[in-house]
């Protein structure tokens, strides 16, 4: 995605002026001064007024604003659920600064969404300040989630192909991701994204694996044993050992990873629960460490082995046919996709322990 | 005799169909009027002097202050 000059990043187009949120005026939810002198008019701007959403979006669109503040991409509730389960109550000041000043600067706001650019990629209007009610795919969704998701579904890692929805399907995020799961999360699902009912869940539209009426077997052999990336998902990214900091050069935060590789590992589910019943789930590492914070203080996580640093995973790299889909035993005895012990780093397998495949499933034999 | 009946029939029928006439609608006059003013959108304000700036590109090219961006000292992928 090519950054946008500063011009670019705040012109409007003339049809916005006369769209319905333009006839409000830029003052009503801008603020500022009425004056041709750019100084005076920008005294007590606010650029993002969606920051205070029950103010400006609220004033029409209070149901979906009242709700926001559960929705994981407002609150980045996940971060602190599992940074605190690693550390104790005492610790959690210096990580909410840790967390603050590296973690939570993704922070979304409506117009982050729906008018601009998200800030973390250097902001700009998308569409001459018009309000974008499906926001787009690659200057919204994966200009955040780039790395991983992004390069994933659209097929950016040499060797492998992107995700069958996007190839053949031309699906956009919001095809799978509605509008209403990103906006509000409910119970368990506003703590951790993989808590809670699946949003989405492959069933929704492959209502038929699993039934009698299903011409694959092999759905119907593996149940809820395998969660559906286990078959249908392809390598996809890791990370190790990121560190935090603040640079001492120019006061800037600044963070460093250890790792980053492609991998695809099959591991037991961290989290069993009624909605993600599985027994084998795909794992990814995680780029956490025992001193990824320590530039905050000593030993800021010491239940650092409470959690599994190999998490449970959702690649968006899904294939019809995979390598370990082939057959039965290019999976069954397969030990080289299989989490096992020597997999993990010695100072990791106390924390991974119930992910470990100690013993994989064998070889069937073949008449 | 029968003439001055005869007369005094077509006499009161039209007697009768003078007072319908005049219980009926009638028709306007015409009156000559003035041209009605043509609409006009009238704006909140004289002069949006956001709008005036933010839709003018080279007014922003020419003000708008160049983003100094420290580089990043981040290494590998966040």
């Known amino acids: ?367 | 005799m029968r003439r001055v009946g005869m007369l005094l029939l077509i006499l009161g029928v039209g007697v009768f169909l003078g007072a319908c006439a005049s219980q009926g609608i009638s028709t306007p006059t015409p009156v000559p009027t003035a041209p009605l003013p043509e609409a006009v959108l009238t704006p909140l304000s004289q002069t949006d002097y956001c709008v005036q700036c933010h839709t003018d590109k080279e007014a922003l090219i020419e003000t708008a202050k160049p983003e100094e961006k420290a580089p990043s000292e981040s290494e590998g992928v966040g």
């Open chain 1, 1 to 367: 995605m090519a950054p946008l000059e500063p011009w670019e990043k705040v012109l409007i187009s003339a049809d916005f002026t006369q769209s319905i949120h333009g006839r409000a005026g830029c003052v009503a939810c801008h603020r500022g001064q009425q004056s041709p002198d750019k100084d005076t008019a920008h005294v007590g701007l606010i650029p993002d007024p969606s920051q205070d959403a029950q103010r400006v979006c609220g004033v029409c669109h209070g149901e979906i604003v009242d709700g926001f503040g559960t929705s994981l991409h407002a609150s980045l509730q996940g971060y602190r659920t599992i940074v605190y389960s690693r550390s104790v109550p005492e610790n959690h000041p210096a990580l909410d600064t840790a967390m603050q000043n590296h973690c939570l600067s993704c922070h979304t706001t409506c117009g982050d969404c729906h008018i601009s650019q998200p800030k973390p990629v250097g902001g700009g209007l998308l569409n001459g300040h018009n309000v974008e009610k499906t926001p787009s795919m690659t200057r919204v969704c994966t200009a955040c989630h780039g790395s991983r998701v992004g390069a994933e579904y659209l097929g950016k890692h040499e060797g492998i192909p992107g995700d069958v929805h996007f190839r053949e399907g031309r699906m956009n995020c919001m095809a799978c991701h509605a509008g209403t799961d990103l906006h509000a999360a409910e119970g368990d699902a506003a703590k951790h994204r993989y808590w809670g009912d699946q949003q989405p869940a492959c069933k929704d539209c492959h209502a038929q694996v699993g039934r009698a009426d299903d011409p694959i077997p092999q759905h119907t052999i593996h149940g809820n044993k395998l969660a559906c990336q286990v078959c249908h998902a392809v390598e996809y990214t890791s990370c190790d050992g990121c560190h935090v900091a603040i640079s001492e050069k120019t006061g800037n935060p600044f963070f460093k990873t250890e790792a980053t590789y492609l991998s695809f590992v099959i591991g037991h589910n961290p989290w069993p629960s009624r909605e993600r019943p599985y027994e084998y789930v795909v794992l990814r590492h995680a780029p956490v460490a025992p001193t990824t914070f320590e530039y905050y203080g000593e030993n800021l996580l010491p239940n650092f082995g409470l959690l599994p640093t190999w998490t449970y995973a959702t690649p968006h790299n899904i294939q019809r046919q995979t390598p370990q889909n082939r057959s039965c035993n290019t999976c069954h005895g397969n030990a080289a996709l299989f989490l096992t012990a020597d997999k993990v780093k010695s100072e990791e397998l106390e924390a991974n322990r119930r992910v470990i495949v100690e013993n994989i499933p064998a070889a069937i034999p073949i008449p």
